[in-house]
C-alpha cells in the first residue's frame, strides 16, 4: 500500500488552483505526487502538473478556509448566496481565465479531447462547475438581497438545483456547457428550480 502524502506534500495539493487542478511545487515534489497517483505530468510544454480525480477527493477531504481569509483572493465560483462578498474589479477576467481553464482541463482530461461536455473533474465538484458556467455567462448569482442564481447540492447522484429569477436562461447556458437540465416545482414549497447533471455523451 503507498505511503501517504508527507506534510509538504499535502500542502502543494491544497493550494492546487480550484478549478483547473494546476499544482505548483518542487520538481521532486511534483514527482512524488504522480507516484503516489494524485498528479499528473501535462505531456505538451510546459508540462505542467495536474492533479487526478484521487488528488481532488484528498484535496476535497481537507478543511478549506473560508473565502475571506484566503490569501492573494484565490478563485472560487459563486454559488449565490447572502454569505458571499461582492465581486472585485477583476472579477469578469478572473471568471474568464477559470472557464478557460475548464474547457482546456476537459480537453485534456476528456477521452476523445471533446471540450463541450463536463470531465471528471466537474462530475467531482458539481455545485462549483455549474456556478462557474453560470457565472461566466453573465448571470448574476444571488447577492446581498439582489434577485440571481443559487446552486445547490442534491440527494441524487450528479445533479444540482439551480433557483433564481431566470431558470430558462440558466438552462440554455447550463446545456450550451454540456450539462442536461429538467424544470421542476418542489412538493414542499412549490418553489420551481432546474435539476441539471453533467453530459455523459
Known sequence: ???????????VIEAADPETGRLRGTDAQ????VRHGLAFRHPR???????????????????????AAEPGGVFAARVGGGEEA???????REVREAWQGLLELRRMTNPDSATDRPCGWERTHLVRAAALALESAGHQPESGGI???RVRATPQP????VYGPALQPYAATLEAAGWQCGEYTEARTRA?????S????
Open 198 to 201: 453533467p453530459r455523459r455523451v
Open 192 to 196: 420551481r428550480h432546474l435539476l441539471a
Open 86 to 92: 461582492p465581486p472585485g474589479p477583476s472579477r469578469a
Open 147 to 149: 434577485p440571481g442564481y
Open 30 to 33: 511534483l514527482a512524488a505526487l
Open 1 to 11: 500500500m503507498a505511503r501517504p502524502p508527507t506534510a509538504a506534500q499535502r500542502r
Open 158 to 161: 450528479e445533479a444540482v438545483a
Open 45 to 67: 510544454p510546459p508540462h505542467d502538473h495536474f492533479l487526478t480525480p484521487a488528488g481532488h477527493r484528498l484535496r476535497e477531504a481537507e478543511p478549506e478556509p473560508a473565502p
